[in-house]
């Protein structure tokens, strides 16, 4: 079964440190990992994704991921944090194999960027 | 803007009422997907359709329904609505090719009282 963790409810980091989201992941197969960001009372927007090739992935408002198969990991990272990144993140997983194209999401981390 | 949109933003009903959300894809993108967002469930996947077919259903209640039209709208239909049913439920949009992005609609916010 696919599944998807992010083992931390909550992230807290100040203003222009770097910051780091985790999420690891179980699927049958090469997975399609996503990120996406929610703001209070607004819908989910696309960050960035990894499906084949450079294991650094490059998003949205400066944000990166990098896809680790040995660990089964994809975390979400960014050099220099903005109190503007305070939201909610989620990680998604698919299988290529899957006979559907659902997204499996995680259960959110909160990322807090204090001044 | 991802260009996905969901009508209404918030619907408050009471319990064993109906209700119709509604979702206009992105321009181009075939397939429409239903998530539910809620406290104790997290996110989870509803149903997808694919130019007017049902493609998968998930976690989806046998009181829930739901279609796309030959413009590519989708509707989800809620019925015997119970309390638990308060969430918000969101509508993506993808090309429907591999590995192709959802875009997500803003949500419609569902109140049951």
């Known amino acids: 079964a696919q599944s998807v963790a992010q083992p931390e409810d909550q992230v807290n980091v100040a203003e222009g440190n770097p910051l780091t989201v985790k999420c690891t992941y179980s699927v049958s197969g090469n997975p399609y990992l996503f990120w996406y960001v929610q703001y209070p009372n607004r819908g989910l927007q696309f960050l960035l994704k990894?499906?084949?090739?450079?294991?650094l992935v490059k998003g949205s408002y400066g944000f990166e991921a990098e896809f680790n198969k040995s660990q089964t990991s994809f975390h979400l990272k960014k050099p220099s944090a903005l109190v503007s990144d305070s939201a909610l993140y989620f990680c998604?997983?698919?299988?290529?194999?899957?006979?559907?194209?659902?997204?499996?999401f995680g259960t959110g981390t909160r990322l807090q960027v204090f001044p | 803007d991802s260009g996905v949109t969901q009508t209404p933003k918030h619907l408050i009903t009471a319990t064993g009422q109906r209700v119709t959300l509604r979702c206009s894809p992105r321009?181009?993108?075939?397939?429409v997907y239903w998530y539910q967002q809620s406290l104790d469930q997290g996110l989870q996947f509803l149903i997808q359709y694919y130019n007017g077919e049902e493609r998968a259903k998930g976690n989806i209640l046998e009181r829930f329904s739901a279609q796309q039209f030959p413009d590519l709208h989708s509707e989800l239909n809620l019925s015997s609505l119970e309390l638990g049913d308060s969430a918000l439920y969101f509508c993506?949009?993808?090309?429907?090719?591999?590995?192709?992005?959802?875009?997500f609609g803003p949500g419609t916010r569902l109140t049951v009282l």
């Open positions: 998604a997983v698919r299988s290529p194999r899957s006979n559907t194209d659902k997204l499996i």
């Open positions: 990894y499906i084949t090739g450079d294991n």
């Open positions: 993506a949009s993808s090309q429907d090719r591999d590995a192709d992005t959802q875009y």
């Open positions: 321009s181009g993108d075939l397939s």
